[in-house]
């Protein structure tokens, strides 16, 4: 992501002046202060804030809003009536300066909202790049996006929510604050997720749990087959015969599983283990 590479104002402009790109609607409304690059498509009845960046190649199209302080990679897609960087739904922001950073090729779809940060972390909900978005999605404060996301329509992530690349969330999907989904997994539709979602597996229900392997995930993107063998076993551990992290780690370890994708569901397995409610995230909520 480069938004920040806009050329900088010359120093020819008047005070309160705005060069507007070529290719900007004339009903659109650009507030002074917002870098444009000169290829960006923006059609009627867009609001830009003064403070957005929004760089080479992104298209808005129609009525789509940017507010407060949003920076915009390259080559990205906002359909019709998308709201980015609103205010955060958290009754605690008292009005500090945060914002919402979007990497590069990313497509938005209709309805899609995501919220700038509090002030509770660093100050940024961030969507990574390559990642689909489908309508009426939702991207609440503080979040983070991987890359090679999918959220179909209507999931919603609640506050502090972390999302991994190359996980697949289906529609109706609702998360709950400070809730981590690792990378490589596949919740199903109107699926309830309370706790952490591990690496590398297939999560549905009220509340969500790991059913099974991703297998589909791992053999299109070249996982090797001996790592489905060791997944398998992983879950079963974990899940089904619920030994424990340790003995589990020590039984694959035992029968030569402890492959990469295994390590980093026990690592991941770690992490939870030390939250709050089966999220590793709520202990940094007591912090």
């Not at 070529?22 to 867009?46: F, K, T």
């Not at 999220?279 to 912090?287: E, G, M, P, Q, S």
Request: proline letters at 5%; a neutral charge.
């Amino acid at each position: 992501m480069t938004p920040l590479d806009l050329p900088e104002a010359t120093g020819d402009e008047r005070p309160g002046t705005l060069r507007l790109p070529p290719l900007v609607a004339p009903s659109a409304i650009i507030e002074p202060g917002a870098r444009i690059a000169d290829d960006v498509r923006i059609g009627p009845y867009c609001v830009v804030s003064g403070r957005a960046t929004i760089g080479r190649g992104t298209r808005l199209d129609n009525n789509v809003t940017i507010l407060g302080e949003v920076l915009i990679g390259e080559e990205n897609r906002f359909h019709t009536n998308c709201v980015i960087g609103g205010e955060p739904q958290d009754v605690s922001y008292k009005g500090g300066r945060t914002r919402v950073v979007i990497g590069d090729r990313n497509t938005i779809r209709e309805g899609v909202t995501i919220n700038r940060a509090t002030e509770k972390e660093a100050g940024e909900t961030v969507v990574g790049s390559d990642n689909f978005l489908m309508a009426a999605s939702h991207v609440a404060h503080d979040c983070r996006i991987g890359d090679h996301v999918i959220m179909a329509n209507g999931v919603l992530l609640g506050g502090h929510v972390r999302v991994e690349s190359h996980a697949s969330l289906s529609g109706g999907v609702a998360v709950h604050h400070w809730a981590t989904i690792g990378g490589w997994s596949f919740i199903a539709g109107l699926s309830r997720v309370l706790h952490d979602i591990p690496p590398y597996m297939l999560c549905e229900g009220m509340p969500a749990r790991p059913r099974c392997v991703n297998v589909i995930a791992l053999r299109r993107n070249g996982g090797e087959e001996n790592w489905v063998a060791a997944l398998s076993e992983a879950h079963r551990l974990l899940y089904r015969a619920k030994v424990g992290l340790e003995a589990a780690r020590e039984i694959l370890a035992s029968k030569g599983m402890c492959v990469p994708p295994v390590e980093q569901v026990l690592e991941f397995a770690s992490r939870q283990k030390n939250g709050r409610h089966g999220r590793a995230l709520d202990r940094r909520r007591v912090a």
